[in-house]
């Protein structure tokens, strides 16, 4: 078992110990609001997953992938997890889904697995973070966000590919 | 944005099966997908949970705050003169509760923030756009839904991804900072 996450874990019992904290009270009341995060989450991410098995059932997704192959060798990202990289910056419960599927297709570790997990956190859903943001500033004009955005999530995509031997 | 993804996919697909003579198949493909989904939905409820519980110890300990105040002097140097001072503190929050994956309570800062930030101007100022370009890019030091869903799919090492992981993101995050300051210099 790999140690990081128990050195989380620790720090965590251990910062709030060190400041009195009612570790367990406080650990049932994030746990509740992680249960209702899970429930909330939960209509569309068989919303998504009904779509994307509909989709790669039928033979489409693999004609998506077929396509993008070339330039994803170039780059060193396995092909199995480029739909996720697509979907990533669209919506966070297609790319919830999408992780989902890969990791019972090609087994949590194996090379593809490693990589969608480690794309899952390299970027945010940019499209949506920035139109909420941008709607909650009352600005028309995005200017070099969403190109940069997307320079990122790029970026973080290849560095996924390469993070993973 | 997601109607379209959702009704232009799922159209397609059907279209498609019903032409390729799989219709049958693809229905039954997403009924069951259904299915599993509720199963991997339970699966990641217990895990996110048990994450969500420690992840509240840590931010009833005040480590936020802490951390926000080590955080708010290299971000005022980050951010430059763009930011308004009122700005400051909802952007810090902001971003230290998304560093330690606190996704609700990073978001209403955010907002509040991006609302500080906005100033009835038209179009987005530098810091605002690097602001976005942060946040989209993602910077969380532990990412517990992926290992939540790792540890659902049997993984050996469900949080073996957590460095690699903290390194693409880092990446991701550089690389979109570097570009804002580029094009902030160029107009």
């Given at each position: ?28 009341e ?7 995060t ?52 669209l919506s ?43 709607a ?21 995509s290849?560095?996924a ?5 | ?57 840590l ?49 209403p ?10 100033q ?14 942060i ?53």
């Open positions: 078992m790999n140690g990081t996450l128990c050195v989380f874990l620790l720090l965590c019992l251990g910062c709030g110990l060190i400041h009195r904290v009612p570790v367990y009270d406080a650990f049932l994030g746990a509740k609001e992680g249960i209702s899970a429930r909330r989450i939960l209509p569309s991410l068989i919303a998504m997953l009904c779509v994307i098995r509909a989709f790669s059932s039928c033979g489409l997704m693999e004609r998506l992938c077929a396509l993008l192959e070339p330039a994803a060798a170039w780059a060193g990202i396995p092909k199995e997890t480029l739909p996720l990289m697509l979907f990533k910056p966070g419960s297609a790319s919830l889904a999408m992780l989902r599927e890969i990791l019972n297709e090609c087994g949590p570790d194996s090379r593809a697995g490693l990589v969608a997990s480690v794309m899952m956190g390299s970027s945010e859903t940019v499209f949506y973070t920035c139109g909420v943001y941008l909650a500033a009352g600005v028309k004009k995005s200017r070099h966000t969403i190109p940069c955005a997307l320079a990122a999530w790029l970026a973080g290849i560095a590919s390469l993070a993973v031997p | 944005m997601l109607q379209w993804i959702f009704g232009g996919m799922a159209g397609l697909a059907l279209v498609w099966g019903m032409a390729t003579g799989a219709g049958g198949q693809t229905v039954s493909a997403m009924l069951n997908a259904a299915e599993e989904a509720v199963g991997t939905g339970i699966a990641l409820a217990g895990a996110y949970a048990f994450f969500c519980g420690m992840l509240n110890i931010r009833r300990a005040g480590t936020a705050e802490r951390l926000g105040a080590a955080l708010s002097p290299a971000l005022r140097r980050l951010f430059g003169d763009g930011l308004p001072a009122e700005a400051l503190e909802p952007v810090t929050m902001n971003l230290t509760a998304n560093l330690l994956g606190l996704g609700n309570a990073a978001t800062m955010g907002i509040e923030a991006a609302r500080r930030m906005g009835g101007a038209d179009a987005a100022g530098n810091a605002l756009c690097l602001f976005l370009v946040n989209a890019s993602s910077v969380q030091l532990l990412p517990t839904t992926v290992i939540a869903l790792r540890t659902a799919a049997g993984s050996a090492n469900p949080a073996g991804i957590a460095l690699p992981a903290l390194a693409a993101t880092a990446v991701s995050t550089v690389v979109g900072v570097l570009c804002c300051k580029c094009a902030e210099k160029r107009r």
